[in-house]
């Protein structure tokens, strides 16, 4: 058969509602309406939620550092100050009263106006975050007694006897005894905060050389 006996057969478009096409049209909606960024349902897309999530731990995390940090710092420097008051004591302790008089500024802050006549004058000074305080011991005479109580505000008057006016927890820091076989007086004499209250205790065993023991602490 020559090629001019074939029959020609026109090609035509396939129709817009041919299977294969709607086949295509198919598979593209099912896609669309499947696409990952459509979110779970709520209309906000994952991406969108993780930054808010993220954002909000971001808040949470700078609102706990804002209380917590300044809250930390007050406990841990309470501790520290605590801890110093308790390491000068012991310091001052373990070094003992110092064989020397105390500052002029010291014994105007104290309020001990030690006899100028005193010999074996002793003394040293603890400071923690409760309170300040100046033991001092010394011997005196008489007179000098009388001056001393005079100028720290009460008298020889005030003065027990047989009473010990300093507390356990300075003769332990001080290494003072007060045992029995002793003429012991004491007094305290209070003054209203800022000033210092002063604890005195006197050896009166021998009246013309009387040994005083002092504990002056202020209240900052």
């Not at 090609?11 to 499947?34: D, H, L, N, T």
């Not at 906000?44 to 995390?61: A, E």
Request: overall charge positive.
């Amino acid at each position: 058969m020559t090629a001019a006996e074939h029959h020609i057969v026109s090609r035509r478009p396939p129709s817009s509602g041919s299977p294969g096409s709607s086949g295509s049209s198919g598979a593209g909606s099912s896609g669309a309406e499947g696409s990952p960024g459509s979110g779970d349902g709520d209309g906000t897309p994952p991406g969108d939620r993780r930054r808010v999530i993220r954002r909000r731990l971001i808040t949470l995390t700078i609102i706990v550092l804002l209380i917590g940090i300044p809250a930390g710092y007050l406990v841990i420097s309470a501790g520290q100050s605590r801890r110093s008051g308790k390491d000068k004591e012991a310091e001052a302790s373990a070094q003992g009263l110092r064989e020397d008089w105390p500052s002029g500024m010291q014994r105007r802050i104290f309020e001990l106006p030690i006899p100028g006549n005193a010999v074996g004058v002793q003394y040293y000074e603890t400071n923690n975050w409760k309170a300040s305080r100046m033991y001092v011991k010394f011997r005196t005479t008489s007179a000098g007694l009388d001056r001393f109580l005079s100028g720290v505000g009460t008298g020889r008057a005030a003065l027990e006897t047989g009473k010990v006016t300093i507390g356990q927890r300075d003769i332990k820091i001080t290494g003072w005894l007060f045992g029995p076989g002793v003429d012991w007086s004491g007094t305290v004499h209070r003054n209203k905060d800022p000033r210092p209250t002063q604890s005195i205790t006197v050896n009166m065993t021998d009246p013309a050389a009387p040994v005083v023991y002092v504990v002056s602490a202020a209240t900052p």
